[in-house]
């Protein structure tokens, strides 16, 4: 693989990230989702941190937690509720337990076998479902899992708002590639538009469904945009096999970046879900 010998220093010193250093490591996929926690929080300040559902729940779940970063933003915020959560990959979920906020615990468990002695009143999957083969049996275990009247936050990316100016086409069309690549391994990236029909046949009422748009210089920053680009492609190129120039890529961002009306945007969904019927 090419390494590509830059450091990008920004403006912004909190964000730096060392390309070199995420090349030769596994760096990337865990800085990829520290800073996409970081992108997509104005959308639990819009839609969870006010609602009575959230500020009243007790216990939480988290399905798919990665590294546990949600959770422990989270429970920094909202230090009087218990957390768990679960997640198939043992490597995050040990760098999860050793990272964990008082009142989170993580354990690695399959979601289509959930194996837990408790119910919890909310139950979170945040950029879970595109990757979801099952998503009936996910919905299924969610109910399980809920005490009477909980309530599920489906929170997944919505790729029709990604939008940049000046624009990207390098980095759009590694984003359309990748969307074939998914469709030839028959994952689905808009699995969530299908979520509300089948919640209704697994015991949810739809609750409320928003898709919103978020930018850079408004929403988040510009360099924790272009971090999460950049990253993202070398992702791309690692995981799905994707033709990358991140030569190109860094230019393209370069250039956008020192723009004085740069502008970045990103899509978000966020489903309520409640659970208002017993399965069996
Ligand atoms: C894109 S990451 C999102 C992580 C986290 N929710 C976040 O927002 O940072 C998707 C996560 O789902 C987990 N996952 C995928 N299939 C799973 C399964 N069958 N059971 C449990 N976790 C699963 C992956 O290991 C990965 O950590």
Known sequence: MRTIPIKIQFIDKSVQFDLVKAQNSTDHWFRHLE???????????????????????????????????????????????????????????????NNAEKNVKFCCQDLYHLNLNEKFDVCFAKL??????????????????????????????????????????SITSIYQRLGEKYKQ???????????????????????????????????????TLYEMLLINCIIIQQTFGVDVDLAQVQTELHSWYQHPQKFGGIGLHFLKLRKTRKLH
């Not at 479902?129 to 005490?147: C, G, Y």
């Not at 009477?148 to 990604?162: Q, R, S």
């Not at 029909?197 to 928003?210: K, R, T, Y």
Request: aromatic fraction near 12%; charge should be negative; charged fraction near 25%.
């Open 35 to 97: 800073v996409q926690n970081i992108i997509t929080e104005f959308i639990d300040r819009q839609f969870l941190y006010t609602d009575p559902d959230w500020t009243n729940a007790t216990s939480v779940l988290d399905l798919g937690c990665g590294h546990g970063f949600y959770l422990n933003q989270l429970a920094q915020k909202f230090n009087e509720k218990k957390y768990l959560g679960v997640d198939i990959d043992q490597k995050a979920i040990e760098y999860a337990q």
């Open 128 to 169: 879970l479902v595109q990757h979801l083969k099952k998503p009936q049996a996910f919905l299924e275990k969610m109910s399980e899992q809920l005490n009477e009247n909980g309530v599920v936050y489906l929170i997944d990316g919505h790729d029709d708002f990604k939008r940049f100016f000046p624009q990207l086409p």
């Open 185 to 223: 391994i028959g994952a689905n990236r808009k699995l969530i538009y299908d979520i509300p029909l089948l919640a209704s046949n697994c015991g949810f009422d739809i609750e409320c469904e928003n898709i919103v748009a978020g930018s850079s210089g408004r929403n988040f920053s510009h360099e």
